[in-house]
């Protein structure tokens, strides 16, 4: 009974793809993250959705473009993979300032 | 802006050591404050949190308490195990968490050893 899910957990691709991850929480959350985490466990903030509305777009490539079917779905496509998108991505949803994030999806871009 | 400013790690400690982890912040009103903890291959979970001055959070054996005189939130543990090896987080986040967004800290590694 997962609160926050992701899929694929593990993702290797070559550069100049394009691949999609997908997140999906059952909490009736309005709120919903894309973060990158890097080598370094440093943890950035990529979008915000609220209600499907795009929020916060913090200068993330344009090769990078979410999108939120409904409220409880938030996913990540990125075009043109560079060896430096090589990061674990984490969805996560909010509710009172609190976030629950997903496992994580592991992308190697080689 | 708000920021976090967290204690650098790695931080190794022997098992049943005294923990500290500095946190403290920057932000504009009253935020809530929180630990995150992210073990080896998960995400990050809630550890606990604080939404007022003087709040002490507290789970697992883990404690904090919001001090709004020295914007402070210190996470501390009397007796650290070896399964409490894991990446913490100090965060931040806005009263208004519609418009806002929550900021992290850049994480302490922690390492128990038996």
């Known amino acids: 009974d997962t609160a926050v899910s992701q899929t694929p957990k593990y993702l290797v691709t070559q550069m100049g793809n394009d691949k999609s991850i997908k997140c999906e929480q059952n909490?009736?959350?309005?709120?919903m993250y894309w973060y990158k985490q890097d080598s370094k466990k440093f943890l950035k903030i990529m979008f915000s959705y609220n209600n499907k509305e795009l929020i916060i777009n913090e200068t993330v490539p344009n090769r990078f473009s979410p999108k939120s079917p409904d409220k409880a779905h938030l996913n990540l496509h990125i075009n043109s993979l560079e060896l430096g998108d090589s990061a674990v991505y984490f969805c996560?949803?909010?509710?009172?300032?609190?976030?629950?994030f997903g496992p994580g999806t592991r992308l190697t871009v080689t | 802006g708000n920021s976090v400013t967290q204690m650098e790690g790695p931080v190794t400690l022997s098992e049943e050591a005294f923990l500290t982890i500095n946190c403290t912040y920057t932000a504009t009103g009253y935020p809530s404050l929180f630990w995150y903890v992210q073990y080896p291959g998960e995400g990050l979970q809630l550890l606990l949190k604080?939404?007022?001055?003087?709040d002490k959070g507290s789970n697992k054996g883990f404690e904090a308490t919001y001090r709004k005189e020295t914007t402070s939130f210190h996470l501390e543990k009397g007796s650290v195990q070896v399964s409490d090896s894991a990446v913490y987080f100090c965060a931040l986040s806005p009263i208004n968490t519609n418009a806002g967004k929550s900021t992290f800290g850049d994480g302490t590694t922690l390492t128990v050893k038996p």
């Open positions: 909490l009736g959350h309005d709120t």
């Open positions: 604080a939404t007022k001055a003087d």
């Open positions: 996560a949803s909010s509710l009172g300032g609190e976030q629950y």
